[in-house]
């Protein structure tokens, strides 16, 4: 999880936030337009630096439609990026606006764009701060007390703006021609952005970010500075907002950079453990082909690249087959760790010859022995007599089982749920046991099949059990991978919450009976 302060916390994980910002930065490029055509504005130099901060609009435009189609995933630092564009976009539109108007006789919308310019500075300025101390993970403490310095700062220079309508302390406005000069003290009106820039910079080196990334983002930095200077004593000749913003995506570019290496890297390891999670689940088929009592399949979909949920299957002897399903408090790594361990235990007890109560029991207590991260798993554990066909179970805060008699539909089977295991040591584990004849099916899930999310809302029990039904003559290679095809067209679009576990076993009958 990225690092963050309560400001940046703040107005991050608004889900909307990305489209409604591209919405508002098309308005201001619309409107820059349209006051282009209004007004016809009277300095040669307007017409570069309109046309600068025009086609700054339009990149920003270009930018954050590239990052729309995946708007519902992007993380706090694209959001607060993409703030900070649009508030850049409407520091530009505001500037346009007061260079068109200057020198058109409206000395009072003059005076109030003039001002709005230096507003938006400010707030620009601000937001600027906040994007570089997040994305080089300023400390926290040291971030929160320069939020709060920068923010009174900021409050108090805007208060200084609005000073301008009664005394010219930025600036004047000739009363005939609407146009603005800047006046002796205008130089105040600059102190704010150039002690952001000063605080971004000795914040930057303080912060455990890599030299080169330090010099680099340093150069970004002084963009914007330069443009300033570049235009100093040339009436209307400012290229120093667009200078701004191009620094904004330059620093913006060489994090990503840095941070699409990192993901790679995780990608790969996450991709690694993926394949060792699922080679450590029986995913052979025709899982035993010498046994003809029986035939059993199963599958998993995990939510994330690696998941919580498992399953298992094993003779225990010639005559008995264990069948294991369970789930994951948690999702990832920390979860995938947990279910390998899970499974390895109960494995090595139901291979002890124990019943399936004492599987749990015994399962339950080594867990609860190690319980630094707090995880339990759900697990449904049954045994399975090859030649008589008795089922014997115990469930351990899971789902309930699924049951086609021979010659029946498929039903709920409402066991008695017991606790979960790996949460409280020392509980007891009841069994129970299910008489299965020749084409009895037994099927096995995990929760995110009932609560797969779709338009219509959860997928539900009883909308898996019709499903079931339509393919209760089916193979259980079959029945598995239909149902998940299910699943699939349920959600649609939407995204997959919870991994989906499926198990299903048809019990064919000894040669003998």
């Not at 963050?4 to 916390?9: A, F, G, I, L, S």
């Not at 907002?241 to 904004?248: F, H, Q, V």
């Not at 090595?348 to 124990?354: C, D, F, K, T, V």
Request: charged share 20%; glycine share 8%.
């Amino acid at each position: 999880m990225e690092k963050q302060n309560n400001t940046v916390e703040a107005i991050s994980k608004r889900p909307w936030l990305i489209p409604v910002m591209f919405g508002l930065m098309c308005a201001f490029l619309v409107g820059a337009v349209a006051i282009i055509e209004i007004f016809d504005y009277t300095e040669a130099n307007f017409g570069f630096s309109i046309g600068a901060e025009i086609v700054t609009i339009m990149i920003a435009i270009v930018i954050v439609a590239t990052l729309l189609p995946a708007y519902k995933r992007q993380g706090v630092r694209v959001e607060m990026f993409v703030i900070l564009l649009t508030i850049g976009c409407f520091l530009c539109f505001v500037d346009i606006s007061k260079m068109c108007i200057a020198g058109n006789g409206l000395a009072t919308l003059s005076r109030i764009m003039v001002i709005l310019v230096y507003l938006a500075e400010i707030v620009f300025g601000f937001g600027y701060w906040l994007y570089i101390s997040h994305t080089l993970s300023t400390k926290r403490k040291v971030a929160a007390v320069l939020d709060i310095i920068l923010f009174a700062l900021g409050v108090i220079f805007a208060l200084l703006s609005f000073v301008n309508f009664f005394y010219p302390l930025y600036f004047t406005i000739d009363l005939e021609t609407g146009f603005p000069v800047a006046s002796e003290t205008y130089w105040i009106g600059d102190i704010y952005m150039t002690l952001i820039f000063i605080v971004a910079i000795v914040s930057l080196f303080i912060s455990k970010q890599k030299l080169r990334n330090k010099i680099v983002v340093v150069v970004f930095l002084g963009i914007p500075v330069f443009g300033l200077l570049a235009a100093w004593g040339e009436e209307g000749l400012s290229v120093s907002y667009p200078g701004m913003m191009i620094a904004l995506v330059l620093v913006y570019s060489l994090l990503s950079y840095d941070n699409e290496k990192l993901l790679y890297s995780k990608s790969k390891e996450l991709n690694l453990a993926t394949s060792i999670q699922m080679d450590a689940l029986p995913n052979k088929f025709p899982a035993f082909p010498d046994h003809k009592e029986f035939d059993i399949y199963a599958l998993t979909h995990p939510a994330k690249e690696v998941g919580g949920d498992f399953y298992d299957f094993f003779l225990i002897d010639k005559d008995h087959l264990g069948i294991v399903i369970a789930d994951v408090s948690d999702k990832g790594v920390p979860s995938a760790l947990f279910m390998m361990q899970s499974k390895i235990i109960l494995q090595n007890y139901a291979m002890m010859g124990l019943s399936p109560k004492e599987v749990l029991y015994k399962a339950n207590k080594q867990l609860c022995a190690n319980h630094q991260h707090r995880l339990f798993v759900t697990v449904w554990f049954a045994t399975l007599d090859l030649k008589t066909g008795l089922l014997t179970a115990a469930n351990g805060g899971h789902e309930y089982p699924i049951i086609k008699g021979a010659g029946a539909n498929f039903e709920i089977y409402k066991d008695k749920h017991d606790l979960v295991v790996g949460f409280m040591d020392g509980v007891p584990y009841r069994e129970y046991q299910i008489q299965l004849e020749k084409g009895s099916k037994v099927f096995v899930y995990t929760d995110g099949v009932p609560e797969c999310v779709g338009n219509d809302g959860q997928y539900q029990l009883e909308r898996a059990l019709k499903a079931l039904q339509r393919y209760e003559y089916e193979t259980p290679e079959v029945i598995c991978k239909s149902m998940l095809d299910e699943l699939k067209v349920f959600m649609g679009t939407n995204d997959q919450f919870d991994d989906i576990t499926m198990l299903c076993l048809e019990y064919r009958g000894c040669e003998e009976q």
